[in-house]
């Protein structure tokens, strides 16, 4: 498959994954606000665990929470489990077009750790596998008598895969690959617990029985972890944006700042109904996480290069197209030579002089600040090069 190719599958892939995840993302907030908010009625039918009236697109809904206490099971009954299985697989094919065999952002990062492609790709899925694996042990046999240790232990790996990939692995395939070791936990969640968990219920109930509360315990453990990972989970998809933090030295702890926030954050918005000084707690825990997320940016970034060249000459617009022409013009082009990613990335093209005059802050923020041009350094660049695009936009 060409270039081209693989950026039509990124496309609809991306696009699709998106508007799946919307929905489930959607779904799962809605349905943990519900059971936050549901109140006791006194006239419900037995069974009733709550209920709760709502106003929405000009009508009143009213939502009665219950095991059916006897009575028979209601038809159609909706199920929520095609918006879950539809992000897994869409995600999987964008792994796939982006990163395992698409060639649309690079896996390895020779300047990191001396890997081939194919051994990157391994220890990318090796990281998945191994993540939700250890996961589901935990949950399967330690939770049963201590949900606490189960967590600890899981969230103890997660730390451990997180700093081994940020080592590995190119940055950006870094946040991804944990981010999608988080996602397919959620989906694996829903396939292994949840919907069985449902189908007992439903089975139970469709008998003529009386649902077991167990069962839906169980459902409703994993759905809230569900719950906290969303918002983690959502920053790392989001995370190959930001070249200052999956660049950085520190990305290890960066990674894990924005997990730990994520979920912080998370938790304050489901404590807020018991809890009074909720906005105070809100407040503080994102002033402390942005506090942190800027301290460890700051703290991690990149020594500045040695002057290797004779500083007070001034660099001249040739000397930097030359650079530019060499390292960059082969993928940043209207006619790239190097089509893996597709025509101009990022929409950025050097062709003339006033393109590359425009982005010089870019310029210097990515191939000087934080190294991620060109990506996984494929055009091999020299430390004197970058050194006189610094020395380039110091003097403009
Ligand atoms: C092998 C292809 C390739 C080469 C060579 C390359 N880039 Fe890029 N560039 C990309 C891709 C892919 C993106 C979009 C993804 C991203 O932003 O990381 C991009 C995005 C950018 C952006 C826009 C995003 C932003 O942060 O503003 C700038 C600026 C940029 N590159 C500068 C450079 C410079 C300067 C060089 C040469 C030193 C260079 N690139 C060499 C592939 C390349």
Known sequence: MSGTDWEIVDLVARWVHVIAGI???????????????????????????GQIWLLHSGAFYHVDKTLLGGR??????HWFVVQAMTTWGSGVALL??????????????PGLAKLSHGQAVVIGIAAI?????????????????SPRLASAIWLTGLTAISIALTQMLSGRAAFLHVGAMLGTIMAMNVAHTIVPSQRQLVASVGGGGIADPAVSDRAKRVSIHNNYFVFPVIVLMVSSHFPSVYSNRLSWLLLLILVAGGAA??????????MRTWAA????TLV?????????????????????ADASTPVTFAEVRSVIDRRCTVCHSARPSDMTFG????????DTPEQIELLAARIHERAVLTKTMPPANKTAITDAERNLLRRWSAQR
């Open 343 to 350: 025509a101009a990335p990022g929409g950025v093209r050097f």
């Open 281 to 284: 707690a809100l407040t503080a």
């Open 23 to 49: 929905m489930w993302v959607g779904n799962s907030l809605l349905f943990n606000w519900l059971d936050r908010n549901l109140q006791p009625s006194k006239d419900a039918a037995p069974g009733s665990l």
């Open 265 to 274: 954050v998370r938790h304050v918005l489901n404590i807020r109904y018991s």
């Open 288 to 308: 402390a996480g942005v506090a942190a997320l800027y301290a460890a940016v700051r703290l991690g970034a990149e020594p500045q290069l040695a002057v290797v």
């Open 129 to 145: 596998v191994l993540g939700s694996a250890l996961y589901d042990v935990m949950q399967r046999t330690v939770a049963v008598r």
């Open 72 to 77: 028979p099971l209601p038809r159609p009954l």
């Open 96 to 109: 796939i077009a982006v990163y395992w065999a698409g060639g649309r952002a690079a896996m390895a990062d």
